[in-house]
């Protein structure tokens, strides 16, 4: 008998799970701290675990794990399962396409799904021009191909990325990815013709506005690698890993415009920021640009693995044909998920329920930093929202303080997430699918164990 069949009922996953936490041993419990021993007999150390209990089902804004424990999921596996874990028409789309057929490889024989999905995220992204898509498996994949593509057609070969930025873990995309730990460290050499300018950070540029920022990236960038060597710019229309950092109004459109005029790829990164999370479809449209080429990932389909470039038909048409490829990318229930989400997202208004948990999560927040200036900043937009916890006379990242607040967090059953540059933000992702109620407590939750810690 295995653990899991120990667990004497099993829960099914999805919306249909009771909503609440419910802690019936410690965090992690007997069987989780079980499979955390056979982990470490087994799974490369390198594979770290934020909170080690052990999940057997979810759904809306729960997570149950191994133990019978019910935690609150503010962090959506990283912001994936928008539309929350199991979500029922995910799971009847999947399960008919399981009974079809699982796999041919689209670049050898190809399926209808595919092409929904791409004539679906033609329509749903920013600007009216005409668009094609390709599909992809992980995040970090979709970045690799959008620099293929952009050097491609530019015949360029310089790309810059900017300070803060998480872009991947493949080798390229570390060469992209700006903190050194843990996701670079001892792995490299990195890709060469990769540069970095430095970002919009209203909460510690001190006065520097959007268009100033953006003329200071510019000049650096028409300085230190020219603009006739440069293929393609890359940046997350907010930044996800790098801290939640919004930039300053102006900053996103003025990088664009010089893109424009200098026959540089511009490419949104909207691999967390995309489908609905930050309360609309995508963040760029939140300053009216429309990228040339943009990198969707993590909600596309409801958990299954897929990503995505979609793009300037010119641009995406450049490659050679079967110059752009992979055995998985657009994997038949992917694309079955996908398209299931993608419908979801639009007729239910999700973007609309990530705005309302936005109002309360910074509602809530603010309140908090009202009261605790340990809290130095609360940003973000929809249902993406940070905090960044810092000294409050010197305003210095207190990165030590974080780890407490989210540790005690776990222990009381609160899946929360850190990031930052600095290691000192907290960041708030839940599922699109938690109720209020939920929402709510976990933010008790959170206030308690701050003015504890
Ligand atoms: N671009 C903007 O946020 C993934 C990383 C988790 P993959 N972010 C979560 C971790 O510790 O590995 C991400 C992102 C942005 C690209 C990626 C990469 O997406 O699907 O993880 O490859």
Same mark, same amino acid.
């Given at each position: ?124 992204t920013p600007g009216d021009h ?80 959007g268009v100033?920022?953006a ?15 440069? /293929? ?5 229309p907010i ?7 919004v930039p300053?109004p102006g900053f996103l459109p003025t990088l664009v415009d010089?893109?424009r ?5 511009f490419?949104a990164?909207e691999?967390?920021t995309?489908?609905?999370?930050t309360g609309d479809l995508f963040a760029s449209n939140h300053e009216g640009i429309v990228p040339d080429?943009m ?41 079955? /998920? ?15 329920? /990530? ?26 937009r ?72």
């Amino acid at each position: 008998m295995t653990l899991v069949d120990a667990l004497s009922v099993i829960p099914v996953g999805g919306p249909s799970l009771p909503q609440e936490r419910r802690l019936v041993t410690a965090i992690p419990g007997p069987k989780s701290q079980e499979l955390g021993r056979r982990k470490v007999e087994s799974v490369s150390a390198g594979v770290g675990v934020t909170l080690p209990a052990y999940i057997v089902a979810a759904g809306g804004g729960v997570l149950v794990d191994v133990d019978g424990n019910f935690l609150i999921d503010l962090g959506s596996g990283i912001a994936v399962t928008g539309i929350g874990n199991s979500a029922p028409e995910v799971v009847a789309a999947v399960a008919a396409q399981l009974a079809q057929f699982t796999h041919t490889c689209f670049t050898v024989t190809p399926y209808d799904s595919y092409i929904e999905v791409a004539e679906t995220l033609n329509r749903l992204t920013p600007g009216d021009h005409a668009k094609r898509s390709a599909l992809f498996n992980s995040g970090a994949e979709a970045v690799e191909n959008a620099v293929k593509i952009a050097r491609h057609y530019t015949g360029k070969q310089a790309v810059v990325a900017f300070d803060h930025a998480y872009h991947g873990r493949t080798t390229l995309t570390m060469g992209l990815t700006a903190k050194n730990q843990p996701y670079k460290n001892g792995f490299g050499p990195f890709a060469a013709e990769i540069y970095r300018a430095p970002t919009s950070y209203p909460y510690r540029d001190a006065g520097l506005d959007g268009v100033g920022a953006a003329r200071r990236a510019i000049s650096q960038i028409e300085k230190q690698v020219g603009a006739d060597n440069l /293929a393609a710019l890359i940046i997350e229309p907010i930044q996800g890993e790098g801290g939640f950092i919004v930039p300053a109004p102006g900053f996103l459109p003025t990088l664009v415009d010089w893109c424009r005029t200098n026959e540089v790829v511009f490419i949104a990164d909207e691999v967390q920021t995309g489908f609905a999370r930050t309360g609309d479809l995508f963040a760029s449209n939140h300053e009216g640009i429309v990228p040339d080429l943009m990198v969707m990932a993590k909600g596309i389909a409801g958990g299954l693995p897929l990503s995505a470039v979609t793009g300037r038909a010119e641009i995406m048409d450049a490659p050679q044909v079967g110059g752009i490829g992979g055995t998985y990318g657009g994997n038949p229930l992917a694309c079955a /998920a996908a398209l299931a989400t993608m419908r979801s997202y639009e007729t239910e208004n999700l973007a609309q329920r /990530a705005r309302e948990i936005g109002a309360i999560l910074t509602g809530r927040l603010n309140a908090i930093r009202a009261v605790d200036k340990r809290v130095g900043d609360v940003r973000g937009r929809g249902a993406m929202i940070a905090i960044e916890l810092v000294d409050p006379v010197t305003g210095v990242p207190d990165a030590a303080l974080t780890g407490r607040v989210v540790a005690a967090a776990h222990v009381r059953g609160v899946v929360l997430l850190t990031c930052g540059t600095y290691g000192n933000v907290i960041r708030f992702l839940p599922p699109l699918s938690i109720s209020d109620d939920l929402l709510v407590e976990g933010l008790q939750v959170l206030a308690s164990v701050l003015a504890a810690a």
